[in-house]
């Protein structure tokens, strides 16, 4: 049993074959699925999905590459959405300064409405922080929250520490399984196994064995989790208990499933 914590399963890469990728995902042996959003319009698709597909469970949010064209209307749509009461995270949201001309206001203010949002329906948040940890902390500190994901980690040590203390576990994957990633590999070595879950970002960041040009596809999450299994010099079965463990105790699968 694992868990995709962040497969963006409606993007166009898949090309609505949605039985066909959850049917391959399943069969590797991934139970439930985490579908993030990135704009209002992606809103309505994800609902349908997850209504139709029960190992998908939907996340509504704005990332930070999309906040230059939303608007206040789009947060209201959110709020909407978050109300019916079938979301088991707030995201995928954050802070990406590797953007050229970024306006980094408007991104911490389009997180900072959404962080207020996660604390008012009690919800997790999937956190985007590229080039950004600190001051995704930051804001973090000022407005706390249930806890979350900070998804693709790729900061220090002690950021990632930091994120443990307040109540997020981090997110591994498919960048995790290129042996010149080093870095990234220690982290995933040495950290505390606790403080882990595993991930696509399907379409996106392919492991090292995908072909160039072919999507990610959920159904290499085992792949992942056996890279994990091998830098911390563990059984992979292991590795799938522990890290299932670890999504479930951030984010609230069981809560809606009962």
């Known amino acids: 049993m694992l868990i995709d914590t962040h497969c963006h399963l409606f993007a166009p890469e898949f090309g609505g ?18 579908v993030p959003t990135v ?33 206040e209307d789009d947060l209201a749509a959110l709020r909407e959405y978050l109300s ?20 980094k206001a408007h991104q911490a203010h389009f997180l900072t409405e959404q962080l207020k ?8 948040v999937l ?13 973090l500190r000022r407005h706390k929250v249930r806890g979350g994901i900070a998804h693709a980690f790729s900061g220090s040590r002690q950021q990632a520490e930091e994120f443990i203390k307040l109540g997020f576990k981090l997110g591994f994957g498919g960048a995790m399984t290129y042996p010149r990633a080093t870095r990234l590999r220690e982290l995933a070595r040495t950290l505390p196994l606790s403080s882990i879950v595993l ?5 996106d ?33 292991e590795i799938a208990r522990i890290t299932t463990d670890n999504a479930l105790a951030v984010l609230p699968l069981t809560e809606l499933a009962t």
């Open 205 to 237: 960041m392919a492991p090292e064995f995908v072909p160039p040009g072919e999507p990610n596809l959920p159904e290499y999450l085992p792949r992942i989790a056996q890279t994990l299994a091998s830098l911390r010099g563990l059984p992979p079965d």
């Open 84 to 103: 019916a009461g079938q979301a088991v995270a707030l995201g995928e949201i954050g802070l990406d300064f590797f953007i050229e001309h970024h306006d």
């Open 199 to 203: 991930e696509t970002d399907a379409p």
């Open 39 to 71: 704009e209002r319009r992606d809103f309505a698709a994800v609902r349908q999905i997850c209504a139709l597909y029960p190992a998908c469970r939907p996340a509504y949010g704005i990332h930070p590459i999309f906040v230059e064209s939303a608007s």
């Open 127 to 139: 956190l985007h922080t590229r080039r950004a940890v600190d001051a995704t902390l930051a804001l």
């Open 117 to 124: 949002l996660a604390r008012e329906f009690d919800l997790p």
């Open 17 to 34: 074959q949605y039985a066909k990728i959850l049917q391959a995902a399943e069969t590797a042996g991934v139970t439930d699925l985490v």
